[in-house]
């Protein structure tokens, strides 16, 4: 059983305390239930959550995916509904509150449901200038993470990103994939990334924690069927650039030493990890660039403001004091809910140049 499946066990009776409370108290708006008929929603919904988890680990269908994508999209809006009806009981101390006004405040939860699913499925491509002593010549570089490929995004995010990265080639040189490729939520098959065959550009990925959950083996052999090439900590070579790939430790896996025999002269050397941690120790070893993804910015309002306090980097291009960067994309899939607010799912070309 992995990570994920003992954390979504271990969650769900939460979960459905959760929505018990939720449905009770959005119910005494208008028409109160009886205890027995709201905890059967609260039933359902866990079930709805936790059920097609265990046939999407053997055999990922469209049933399946689609009742995972329901429940992810359930999931936020209870986020939100639940914002919404403490504004409305807030309120309600002060003035009584019209049914009207009520029903006006809730519709607002499927109006953004709307824009944030929305928001979810399109990849963009931003673009950030990044200006390096040590660099030869000008070199593009597709800096991309938490595709999450699963069962709330399957193949059809394998091939957006493929075909958007087909739109780049003219321009960029190669692609680094910042862990996160997959998410555990369904088992994964040789022939899922079959897609990135298409790309003519090399297709470089480090495991993030997700990557773990459905088997890192089977990631890695629908990778190099597919043709990614894996830095599982290790390094290569590309034109001007040394990429060393540093996988998030996961299980009873060690993390490798990192110092400065990792760092090559000559060379703009670039760090791969997922999570935006350890900057300052790398850069001090001489590490020019950090890719790292992991936080998806929080992903949606109010998330977001959230990450922003828990993670030091949650999104953007920072530079320290010796001219070494650290780049945290927000991703481009979504993790376990198919919405986003604030964020872009995006793809981010870097272009590094001389300084």
């Known amino acids: ?88 009981y807030a309120l309600s101390v002060f003035v009584q509150l019209p049914t009207e006004v009520n029903v006006s405040l809730l519709a607002i939860v499927p109006i953004l449901g ?21 660099l030869s010549r000008d070199i593009n570089v597709i800096h991309l993470s938490d595709v999450h490929f699963g069962s709330v995004r399957h193949k059809k995010i394998v091939r957006q990103v493929v075909d958007k990265i087909k739109e780049l080639e003219d321009t960029c040189e190669i692609a680094i994939i910042s862990g996160d490729l997959t998410d555990g939520s369904s088992v994964v098959e040789e022939d ?85 941690y350890y900057w300052k120790e790398f850069s001090s070893i001489g590490f020019d660039i950090q890719l790292s993804g992991h936080t998806h910015g929080g992903q949606f309002y109010p998330a977001v403001n959230f990450a922003n306090i828990i993670f030091k980097y949650n999104i953007g291009l920072f530079k320290d004091t010796l001219g070494h960067y650290l780049h945290v994309t927000t991703g481009v899939g979504s993790m376990d809910t198919p919405m986003r607010w604030g964020t872009d799912s995006e793809l981010v070309i870097l272009k590094l140049r001389k300084n």
């Open 1 to 88: 059983m992995s990570f994920r499946t003992r954390r979504v066990i271990f969650m769900t009776p939460f979960y459905m305390l959760f929505e018990f409370f939720l449905f009770k108290y959005i119910f005494m708006l208008f028409h109160p239930l009886d205890d027995l008929a709201i905890l059967t929603l609260a039933v359902l919904v866990g079930l709805l959550h936790l059920v097609p988890m265990f046939f999407e680990a053997k055999k990922s269908t469209v049933i399946g995916r689609f009742l995972s994508t329901a429940d992810g999209v359930w999931m936020w809006a209870s986020v939100i509904f639940l914002i919404d009806i403490l504004i409305i």
């Open 114 to 134: 709307i824009y944030n699913y929305y928001k979810a499925h399109k990849l963009v491509v931003n673009e950030k200038t990044l200006k390096l002593d040590n």
């Open 192 to 276: 899922d990334l079959m897609a990135f065959r298409e790309v003519n550009m090399p297709v470089i990925f480090t495991p993030g924690n997700h990557d773990f959950y459905p088997g890192i083996e089977n990631v890695f052999k629908a990778c190099r069927k597919a043709g990614i090439i894996v830095l599982d900590n290790e390094s290569m070579e590309f034109e001007c650039l040394n990429i060393f790939g540093l996988t998030f430790s996961f299980d009873d896996r060690d993390t490798p030493k990192i110092d400065e025999s990792l760092v090559k002269e000559g060379f703009v050397n670039i760090i791969n990890y997922h999570v935006p």
